[in-house]
């Protein structure tokens, strides 16, 4: 009963509508004020901010912020994959034969997540992992490798929450949600950056919409409010590190793993 309560409600403020007005006052000088709030009710680490508090005009200003130079410093490795962004491992494993088994209790295919994009076939003996934003986290997203960009594809959706709940009851969340996929070649593969909306996210932005060149670490894009991000590595390229965990935090610029090296 509890659980159907919870869908229904899940699905009434998943509505398009409320998200707008959500991002409209986070972009409305009025919403500066519960700046201060929001900052102590989350727990954010003011510290690492580029700017003072006070220095932010907006809600969303302040939730896009940049940090200071040097807080997150990238692992240094030819061969390595970063984590593009501040996230919890919600899940990791290799994807079989084009499903990515068992998130949060559910089975999501490639053609679902991709949009039916032929360029999933790179992917249907990958690896994946699912990085869950909170609104704690520093939203802007990285790239996870040096590479160039392949295909860009914006894909309309839903805004359910991303939360615990949401994923275990709730259909499909990551592959029905509004998706913004980038899609990179690096020196030993190809890898799809998936940024999945949710519930009050207004927009997924690139930081700079004609870049099509970046290095690892470069500031991509970045959420407004909390989400997630799945990562897909190419068949057979990639090996996760044994440091990495379902269940724990990472930071923007730590490692996921290495690359295999190309065979000639």
């Not at 998943?14 to 409305?28: E, V």
């Not at 501040?86 to 079989?96: H, K, N, P, V, Y």
């Not at 610029?253 to 295999?260: A, Q």
Request: overall charge positive.
């Amino acid at each position: 009963m509890a659980a159907n309560w919870m869908k229904w409600m899940t699905e009434l403020t998943s509505r398009k509508w409320i998200s707008r007005l959500m991002g409209r006052f986070s972009h409305s000088q009025a919403s500066r004020y519960i700046i201060p709030w929001f900052a102590k009710s989350y727990g954010i680490p003011l510290h690492e901010a580029e700017k003072e508090l006070k220095e932010y005009r907006t809600l969303n200003e302040f939730f896009t912020r940049k940090l200071k130079s040097g807080m997150r410093p990238v692992h240094q490795s030819d061969d390595g994959l970063i984590s593009p962004v501040d996230a919890l491992i919600t899940f990791m494993g290799e994807i079989r034969s084009g499903t990515i088994l068992n998130v949060k209790g559910q089975d999501y295919t490639l053609q679902e997540l991709l949009n039916d994009s032929p360029r999933a076939q790179s992917f249907l003996h990958g690896y994946a992992f699912v990085l869950y934003l909170s609104p704690t986290d520093y939203h802007r997203i990285h790239a996870p490798a040096a590479g160039t960009l392949l295909e860009s594809e914006h894909i309309k959706g839903k805004v359910y929450p991303v939360h615990d709940f949401a994923m275990r009851h709730m259909k499909n969340v990551l592959s029905r949600n509004e998706r913004l996929i980038t899609y990179l070649k690096h020196e030993r593969g190809e890898i799809a950056v998936v940024k999945v909306g949710a519930m009050n996210v207004s927009s997924i932005c690139y930081t700079d919409a004609k870049a099509t060149r970046w290095n690892r670490g470069d500031d991509l894009a970045y959420f407004e409010f909390g989400s997630t991000v799945v990562l897909l590595t190419e068949n057979g390229t990639f090996a996760p590190s044994p440091e990495c965990a379902v269940g724990q935090k990472v930071k923007m610029g730590e490692p996921l793993g290495v690359f295999f090296p190309r065979s000639k």
